[in-house]
């Protein structure tokens, strides 16, 4: 079965840490860029940041500094780490993947996990 599955979200309090794994399985994992982005309730789905499948990076101005995002490909797993977590960050993270090179746009990403709510407490 060809899936993402997000996990490690959760409540944290501003200025914490968190980091969020995606778990992905059916695909050709390395040959794929990884990518997040997230949701706000009443908001549009928002870019976060991407790993290339030469594990370049490319980060939204809103988390750079702040995020990181790492791959393993022996283990099908990407990884968006969270640090010095501000209230404005919470929302519904997703991971997707994409043939592309490094997308910013949600609609480059063909595959989707169901998300992973975190919540930032100030």
């Known amino acids: 079965q060809v899936q993402l599955v997000e996990f490690g979200g959760g409540l944290v309090q501003a200025g914490g840490s968190l980091r969020l794994s995606c778990a992905a399985s059916?695909?050709?994992?390395?040959?794929?860029?990884m990518g997040w982005f997230r949701q706000a309730p009443g908001k549009d789905r928002e870019f976060v940041g991407v790993?290339?499948?030469?594990?370049?990076?490319t980060y939204a101005d809103s988390v750079k500094g702040r995020f990181t995002i790492s791959r393993d490909d022996p283990q099908n797993m990407a990884f968006l780490q969270m640090s010095s977590l501000k209230p404005e960050d919470t929302a519904v993270y997703y991971c997707?993947?994409?043939?592309?090179?490094?997308?910013?746009?949600?609609?480059?990403?063909?595959?989707w996990g169901q998300g992973t709510p975190v919540t930032v407490s100030s």
């Open positions: 997707a993947s994409s043939t592309g090179r490094r997308p910013v746009v949600f609609y480059e990403y063909t595959l």
């Open positions: 059916g695909l050709a994992f390395k040959r794929y860029a």
């Open positions: 790993i290339g499948w030469d594990s370049s990076t």
